[in-house]
């Protein structure tokens, strides 16, 4: 399933990263080309997004934060303190200066997959997804998760939103204003 004509970014993404989040990029690869079989959509697209988009995760911060300057991109101040969130831009920058990848819905797919944002296209929302159902993920509520997804990506959306929502909440973490907008738009009940 692409793994061939992608062998270059997975040798890449190989040496990059440790074996365990190597498992998890292939994994969220795998199922967001599941998604897009369900939903429709770009396959390809989809499982090139998701083998790249944790290809900064391991990164030192410092390189996180270096590589995202390069390219030109300013982080406001809740992506600025929360070291969680540079992967993803700097993933998206990465790929688009080092790789040279200029699709820019995959370039957004990678940069908001953490967050995710109102007015997500079709790919941003089967990578943001898909990160959640790879085969690995064993977190509690992960078979809601799947089935809500199954059931549809509204469903997942919604689901997913409340989840890390709540989630980041109970931690005294914040919320990134983008996940806020995510939530208005994908995870609230409808006529509110
Ligand atoms: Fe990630
Ligand atoms: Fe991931």
């Not at 429709?40 to 390189?63: C, F, N, Q, R």
């Not at 990160?131 to 469903?155: F, H, K, N, Q």
């Amino acid at each position: 399933m692409y793994r061939e004509q992608y062998k270059t970014y997975i040798d890449l993404l190989a040496s990059r990263l440790s074996q365990k989040r190597f498992v998890h990029s292939m994994n969220v690869a795998k199922a967001a080309v599941q998604l897009t079989q369900r939903y429709g959509g770009d396959s390809e697209k989809a499982y090139l997004a998701g083998v790249l988009h944790d290809i900064m995760k391991e990164e030192k911060p410092e390189t996180q934060l270096q590589t995202i300057k390069e390219c030109g991109i300013i982080i406001d101040t809740v992506t600025f303190q929360g070291r969680p969130l540079w992967h993803a831009k700097a993933g998206a920058a990465y790929c688009k200066t080092a790789l040279g990848i200029t699709d820019q819905d995959l370039l957004n797919a990678i940069s908001y997959h953490t967050t995710g944002r109102a007015g997500m296209s079709h790919l941003e929302k089967i990578l943001y997804l898909a990160d959640y159902i790879g085969e690995e993920r064993d977190y509690e509520d992960v078979e809601i998760m799947r089935a809500e997804t199954l059931c549809s990506m509204e469903r997942g959306l919604r689901y997913a939103l409340r989840f890390t929502i709540n989630d980041l909440v109970s931690r005294g973490k914040a919320v990134h204003l983008d996940t806020v907008r995510a939530y208005n738009e994908y995870g609230k009940d409808s006529g509110e």
